[in-house]
């Protein structure tokens, strides 16, 4: 970028709020176009005559090259600018969701998901590298955050419309609806993003004139490293959470719990809207613990492993229960904790690496991380396709999700120790 956006103060800028806006924004269409799939889980299995284990596949396909894109749009945008690479993906997403009303069958489905989760493997980790750039490292925490929360406020926001919708039209009027908002979304993009086409063409070059062997050297150790391989799986659990959440929980409230339409329309944004809550929350008690003791592990690891071991207990506890308002709130805290990762991981990764390394360190953390999205949904629908009941199957899915999370997050809290090197370049601008 032309100009450096971070101000002396540590304040964040003008300019960088409004793109910290339209990547808020981003990341509430990119997890709505997710929802979906979960919101219309009983008449699309109903229409296409699909069974448990075969949705958990359709849950599954999403990530099937989530992992590979995440990766490749981390490296595209660190050579040729996010600007044009966001552009693209939104694009497809909006394509993907258009061509999703014309769906007639289980292999129809599954491609559409494939390819949408291909467009969207990038999203996340595109978004914490575009804001990474505009914000001062004091606001990292907080700043990366209100991108973040428009996951969850995304599908909090978008379900009691998408719900209404499905209900009203059917389940293509909310595909339909989605594609639209994304085309909207993506011509605001291309007129306020500043170009950074230019700049990161140019950091390339430089790169590739101090050798490519030297910058491999750099960045390899940071993949192999303890740290980045337990931050890794620690969003591999809680991205398990959180597509159970995304795909099976409205399922789960509706044919279970037996829930209405019009209670589960209310219902299903709770566990999102505490997600965006606890995000906030922990995001601005790491920052000043940082700020406090300029340490990434008693800022960001001291807090991130103990709340992903909330998050199992939460899970736990949801299925003991028998009131469906407790079981509900419980299960709701397991999400909600259990996706604390989606701020703290990218905001100690960033303080790993140096700042031409950002994008691809954060799409190889995504890559990792979308792995719990293959094999969660699936392992869900099998263990409720062939438990004696739904109920039996569900609890032992969410008991399972919390197992996960206990061991990815105690592994965390106890073990990941950034060396002084790292810790020194967290302080550096």
Not at 81 to 87: L, S, T, Y
Not at 143 to 159: D, E, K, N, Q, R
Not at 417 to 425: A, G, H, T
Request: proline residues 3%; glycine residues 10%.
């Amino acid at each position: 970028m032309a100009k450096n956006p971070r101000t002396k103060e540590g304040k964040i800028s003008r300019q960088a709020i409004l793109i910290i806006i339209l990547l808020f924004l981003l990341t509430v269409i990119s997890n709505a176009d997710k929802a979906i799939i979960g919101f219309a889980s009983v008449p699309l299995m109903e229409e296409l005559g699909l069974n448990a284990e075969q949705w958990g596949i359709i849950g599954s396909a999403f990530f099937f090259l989530y992992s590979i894109f995440a990766i490749i749009g981390g490296t595209l945008a660190d050579r040729f600018g996010a600007k044009i690479v966001i552009a693209v993906m939104a694009i497809v997403w909006a394509t993907v969701q258009f061509s999703t009303l014309f769906v007639s069958s289980f292999t129809f489905l599954l491609i559409t998901r494939i390819i949408l989760g291909a467009g969207e493997g990038p999203s996340y980790s595109l978004a914490m590298t575009a804001a990474t750039k505009y914000l001062p490292k004091e606001k990292l925490g907080i700043g990366l955050t209100l991108v973040s929360v428009g996951g969850p406020l995304g599908v909090a926001m978008s379900a009691p419309i998408l719900i209404s919708l499905i209900t009203q039209f059917g389940w293509r009027s909310a595909f339909l609806a989605t594609c639209i908002v994304g085309l909207i979304w993506v011509v605001f993009w291309l007129m306020i993003a500043e170009n950074d086409r230019k700049e990161a063409i140019a950091k390339y070059k430089a790169n590739r004139q101090q050798g490519q062997q030297t910058a491999v050297s750099k960045f390899g150790p940071v993949l192999r490293s303890k740290n980045f391989i337990l931050i890794a799986l620690c969003g591999f659990a809680t991205y398990w959470s959180f597509t159970i959440g995304l795909n099976w929980l409205p399922n789960y409230l509706e044919n279970v719990r037996q829930l209405s339409a019009e209670t589960l329309s209310i219902v299903a944004a709770l566990p999102w809207i505490m997600i965006t809550i606890s995000q906030i929350t922990f995001s601005t008690v790491s920052d000043r613990l940082f700020k406090k003791t300029k340490s990434i592990v008693k800022g960001r690891v001291f807090v991130l492993g103990p709340v992903m071991l909330e998050g199992a207990v939460s899970y736990f506890l949801g299925t003991i229960l028998n009131a469906n308002m407790l079981v509900i709130a419980f299960l709701s805290l397991g999400l909600t904790f259990g996706c604390i990762t989606l701020v703290l991981g990218p905001t100690i990764l960033s303080s790993m690496v140096s700042k031409e390394h950002i994008g691809k360190v954060q799409g190889w953390f995504m890559a990792f991380t979308s792995l719990g999205g293959i094999v969660g949904p699936y392992i869900t629908g099998l263990l409720i396709e062939r438990s004696a009941t739904q109920a039996a199957g569900f609890h032992m899915a969410f008991q399972l999700c919390g197992i996960i999370l206990l061991i990815c997050g105690g592994l965390v809290w106890l073990f990941v120790r950034p060396k002084k090197d790292e810790n020194i370049q967290s302080n550096v601008a």
